[in-house]
Structures are given as C-alpha cells and as structure tokens.
C-alpha cells in the first residue's frame, strides 16, 4: 500500500514509519492518522519483529493540524478523537512486538502521546516535547494525560499540562520522560540499531512484557501476578525459550527466530 502522509518500510524484520508532512511540521490531519491506522494493520501482519517511530524534516509531530480544524470549524472534537485518534492509539498499544521512538524535533500535544506511546524513547539534543494543549484552550488528549503522568508522576505531569512549556530533551530525559537523549546526528543511526537488536530478540516474550507492564501500571500486585503467570505459560512454549535451553547447554549464545 501506498501512503500520502507516511514513509513506510520493512527491513532486517524492522518496520519504520515516518510522519511525512515536514511542510506542516508532521502535524495530525485525518488523513495522516487513517494512514497511520492502516500502516500499523500492516505492521502487525507483516513479519515484523520490532517498529521504528519517527518524522520527516525538522520536527517529529507537532499535534493537530489546526489548519485543518479551523477549515471545518465549528468541529467536534469528541468525535475527532474517537474516530481518528483512537484507532491507531489502541494499535500500537496492542502491538505484539517492541517500538522505539526517535523524536527528531517538536513533539507537541497529541504528537507527544504518539512519540511516548513507544516502549523505548529517544530524543535528539535539540529536540523537545510540549503539552501545549492549555495554551489553546485545552485539555490533552490521546492519551497524553496517561502516558506523561506514569513516566514523570502528578506533579510533574501537571506543571506541563498547567504551563504548556517546552521541555528540552535533556531535562526530559532527567524527569523520566523519555529514555534517552542522544546528539542530533546520532539519532537515526541509533534508534535504527536499537530496532534491529530489538528485532533480533525473542519477539513473543517482548510483545508479553510490553502487556504486561501496562497491566503492572494499572493493576494489583495480585492482578499483575496472575498476568505473569499466564504469560510465562505461554513464553515458556515458545521454541525461542527452548532455544535459550539449548543454547545454555551448549554454552553458546541463542539464535531466537521470533517463535
């Protein structure tokens, strides 16, 4: 499939997908984010091991087109958010293999939930991340209120929602927001091997951690045990785990085919 919005490709088992409106600082119009649905379909029906999460030009994503919702104004934005944002949302939480983020630029209002709904997150030196949504008059969204209140915790996460202030991708990386800032022209070089050695990893086991810390974020201490248990279940089936086995026996590193 072709896309109008996106840059989309699958290599070396890795998936890569490219917020592509540079000319609008990749920001969110309901095309770009029915794209992003149905890339991240293809995603989990490819082979896949790993997902990369980026944007073209000088910023990853700067939120809403607010172009687009002036042109069809007066909009509702409660249906904007369940129809468009939603979807693709709920698909990379579901996703069954690992995703890292390289945040290029800007990241800004629902762009931020996108750039920290991965599992490993990095920033370039000059990037850096705003909730600017009080600045406009409103309240974060997709996901926003979840994803920086469990990385940096109430206080935090209320002084940038309150503040709308730009958050530089070191201090970030301070707080907890995202896992790592690196130099600017480093940051594709390493978010791509990060993929790769991801993808190279026993894929099932790390598409059950991923679930499964979303169920320890929110869960009982009882709760996220019964979730462990089930999962080593099914991790211990895999014919990766057999490997491991094998391997350790035979005192050799193990070679996971993702199964």
């Known amino acids: 499939m072709s896309y ?53 030009g000088r910023a990853f994503c700067a939120g809403a087109d607010l172009l687009e919702v002036q042109a069809q104004w007066p909009m509702d934005l409660k249906h904007l958010l369940n129809t468009y944002y939603l ?18 630029g800007l990241a800004a209002g629902a762009g931020l939930s996108f750039a920290l709904s991965a599992d490993i997150v990095l920033a370039a030196q000059s990037s850096y991340l705003m909730l600017a949504f009080a600045n406009i008059g409103l309240v974060p969204d997709a996901g926003a209120t979840w994803f920086v209140a469990k990385a940096v915790g109430r206080m935090k ?12 991708a070191q201090k970030a990386e301070q707080i907890g927001l995202i896992t790592r800032a690196v130099d600017d022209e480093a940051l594709m070089d390493e978010a791509r091997s990060l993929a790769r050695k991801l993808a190279e990893r026993p894929t099932v086991a790390l598409g ?41 026996g035979e005192k050799r590193p193990p070679i996971f085919k993702g199964k």
């Not at 840059?7 to 890569?16: G, K, P, R, T």
């Not at 794209?35 to 790993?50: F, I, W």
């Not at 996460?157 to 530089?168: R, Y």
């Not at 320890?216 to 086995?245: K, S």
């Open 4 to 56: 109008k919005t996106l840059l989309f490709d699958l290599s070396d088992n890795v998936a890569m997908i490219s917020f592509n409106r540079p000319d609008r600082l990749n920001a969110l119009s309901i095309e770009l984010l029915r794209e992003l649905a149905a890339a991240l379909e293809a995603v989990a029906r490819s082979d896949a091991r790993a997902l990369l999460l980026t944007g073209e």
């Open 157 to 168: 996460a209320l002084e940038m929602a309150l503040t709308g202030d730009k958050v530089p």
């Open 208 to 248: 059950l951690i991923r679930q499964q810390f979303r169920t320890g974020l929110t869960g009982t201490l009882e709760e996220t045990f019964a979730a462990e248990a089930e999962n080593q279940g099914v991790a211990g089936a895999t014919a990766d785990f057999a490997e491991a086995v094998a391997a350790f």
């Open 87 to 104: 979807p693709p949302i709920q698909a990379l939480a579901e996703l069954k293999i690992p995703v890292v983020t390289a945040i290029n």
